[in-house]
């Protein structure tokens, strides 16, 4: 690699690697970060791993002590919480049929809907679940 990365922090000199991405490797360790100056303009920072390390403690404290001053009050635990209008009833839904229960399983490999017609009705009239008819019968072989 051509050009060695400068520590922002001490000045240090980056090891010598073929990309800058292998200096962010966890090898490495080395961070970089990108601020905006006052005029738009992208300023990036090289740290090495022990500066990174300074670096990232004091803006984690930085973080903390602007949160502790910020202007929004922290919400009272006995503070309720607002009320907003509940949603309006839902129609009433039309009833739904019921399907009639079977008396007993259904047999492995018959039809799930049952036949009506006249070969499929015993003689009270009611139909016979997984029954065909003659006619839809398949032919004998």
Known sequence: MPDRQVCIDCGTLSPETETNYTLISS????RLTRTRTADGQFNIEWRCPACWKDHKRAKQATDEARNATSSIPPPSPGRPLPSFPSRPPLPEEEPTLQRAAISRP???GAPLRPR????STP???SPIPGRLPPSRLPPRR
């Open 27 to 30: 090898q490495f360790g080395w």
């Open 106 to 108: 259904p047999t492995p």
């Open 116 to 119: 009506t017609g006249p070969s």
């Open 123 to 125: 003689a009270d009239g």
